[in-house]
């Protein structure tokens, strides 16, 4: 059955008619070459804007949400509205232990400070931090580690640098590690050096150890915000929702005070995103496959109107003993191949215009699409769809070859 | 070899229906070269497509070969052409981007014979036809003549038991009609049988027996002495 396939004689016969008319059949080609060539730097492009997207939120978890004490809005349980609110430890680990979905829950302080290293000073935000920030909002370190347990346990005076705080406070390519620098008069070893990422909340320059900042800033058990992280699969929203009503319970605000905390739920903003940018792949295969199939009816078409002129010849093949099927088949398989190479030449043209695009705009750390490309597997599946619509659409034209009885077609002048 | 019983064949004109053959009784034996005469609207050409086995006949027996020739359908039909069957047609129709070695291996390609017996084949028919060294000409770089000797050539490589000829003559001039006239003498001298479709007299005449249509029913069916075109040529 499938040993045409192989037969170089079939391939001889459609070769010669489709060389037959170069014109006819490269003009036919142009709409599946478009249609592919369309469908192809389209789902690249949106690549490539996702690459981007990706590179920008980084390794940050994004199924997180921030929330930070504020004022109250409304009188409760004898306190006075305007009430100043503010998170604790416990509060952290009360959500940690009550609210459904967490993955982790992050306290955080920061405040300002002036930095000292020999004659070099500037003004920075001190962070005090747990390893478990690490985890959320992944530190690229160039040099040295993060803050770790130990750190905690001993309220070692250590701390982790940006990148940028060590441009302003050291010498080009001095080494940081192990030196001193004074984080408002008191001496502090840098540990750590790390390149400061895009996302991730209140831009940090300095992280020292929480129990640390705890002692040199006599913060007691108060903390400044907390970043929660929900498990995968739980709505961050809810998780948002639930943590509140804890928070509110706990430190006695009224359930229905919108100003009492306030928080930025990244997961709810990231969902958005990723929403448009699903919207936009399916806009791209939608535009995509719906050119592509214009293109395969252009190709249909052309073929009826070619068996139209060839119906002389198809009624010599046919009283020379070719059988309908035989007709048919190369009419299918002339379909298959036009569609096949076009689709080819499309898929190839395409990706050079994706290297262009890559080169002109992927370059950089700012760049608009990154790594613009599409992936081997969506290849073969855009081949594998030029296939059946070949086949399918190649089917009219062939039909219509054997429908017309041997007789009428020689007769036809 | 052929033998048609009481043959009927009508053809629906709006409501109407045309009768074009009315009865036709005909039995042609090996090694015959029959001319089929008629005016136009005789009903020679269905005849002929029905022995073709290109249209088929609504009422009436049609053995070829002692196998009956019924309810075919498109398949077996086909089938059976390329191995009974070798048409010459007025207008040769020869496939116009295949050179003549190509086209004269196309029934042997439907036959499913390898690619180089086919070409041997094929070279050895263009060569009984003296077209040897016009194998990779294109059809439109030969003269009518030589199309006609290709097509004849095309019929014969099939080597079919029976070699149907629609007017094959019609498009060529004197000279070149009594060529292939003669030539067509020559393949049944060696023992071909063959049916001529014509409406020319001294085509006619040079066949071995005339069958005279009218009005769909034969009027004469006559053995006459053959002229032998060789001494016009």
Known sequence: MFRFLVDRDSWQEIYD????????????????????????????????????????????????????????????????????????????????????????????????????????????????????????????????????????????????????????????????????????????????????????????????????????????????????????????????????????????????????????????????????????????????????????????????????????????????????????????????????????????????????????????????????????????????ILIVLGTLIGLIPAHKATSVKPIDALREE | MLEIKNLHKSYPIGKDSLHVLKGIDLSVQAGELVAIMGSSGSGKSTLLNIIGMLDEADEGEYFLDNVPIKNLNEKKAAQYRNKFLGFIFQSFNLIAYKNAVENVSLPLYYQGIGRKERQEKAMFHLGKVGLKDWAKHLPNELSGGQKQRVAIARALAAEPKLLLADEPTGALDTTTSYEIMEFIQQLNDEGKTILIVTHEEDIANMCKRIVRLKDGVIMEDSYITQVRASQYV
Request: some cysteine; overall charge positive.
């Open chain 1, 17 to 384: 008619s489709l060389r037959k008319n170069k014109f006819r059949t490269v003009v036919t080609m142009i709409g599946v070459w478009w249609g592919i060539l369309l469908l192809i730097c389209l789902l690249g492009a949106a690549r490539g804007m996702e690459n981007s997207f990706n590179r920008l939120f980084g390794d940050f978890a994004t199924n997180s949400v921030f929330i930070w004490g504020q004022t109250t809005s409304k009188p409760f349980k004898g306190f006075q509205e305007g009430k100043r609110v503010r998170l604790t430890l416990q509060d952290a680990k009360a959500i940690e232990r009550e609210v459904e979905g967490i993955e982790f829950v992050v306290p955080r302080n920061q405040n300002g400070a002036v930095v000292i290293k020999g004659f070099q000073s500037g003004n920075f935000n001190v962070n005090g931090d747990y390893p478990l920030l690490d985890k959320v909002q992944k530190k690229k370190l160039i040099h040295g580690r993060f803050i770790n347990q130990n750190d905690i346990n001993e309220k070692k005076k250590i701390t982790i640098i940006s990148e940028d705080a060590y441009k302003q406070l050291f010498e080009k390519d001095e080494d940081a590690i192990g030196q001193f620098i004074q984080i408002n008069g008191i001496n502090f070893k840098v540990a750590g050096i790390y390149e400061a990422s895009m996302m991730g909340g209140p831009s940090s320059d300095l992280h020292i150890p929480f129990t640390t900042f705890q002692q040199i800033y006599n913060q007691g058990e108060d903390i400044g915000w907390m970043m929660i992280t929900g498990k995968p699969e739980f709505d961050i929203k809810q998780i948002e929702l639930d943590a509140k009503l804890l928070l509110k319970n706990l430190n006695k605000v009224h359930p229905k005070d919108k100003r009492a905390f306030g928080s930025f739920n990244l997961g709810k903003e990231f969902k958005k995103f990723t929403g448009f940018l699903a919207g936009m792949q399916f806009l791209t295969w939608f535009v995509g496959i719906a050119t592509l199939i214009a293109g395969v009816f252009a190709i249909g078409n052309i073929l009826l109107i070619t068996v139209k002129e060839r119906t002389k010849e198809i009624g010599v093949r046919r009283a020379l003993g070719a059988t309908p099927f035989e007709i048919k088949r190369q009419i299918v398989m002339e379909a298959v191949l036009l569609t096949l190479v076009a689709g080819l030449l499309g898929i190839i043209s395409g990706g050079l215009i994706l290297m262009a695009i890559d080169a002109a705009f992927g370059q950089g750390e700012d760049a608009t699409l990154v790594n613009a490309s599409v992936s081997i597997p969506i290849v073969w599946l855009a081949l594998g």
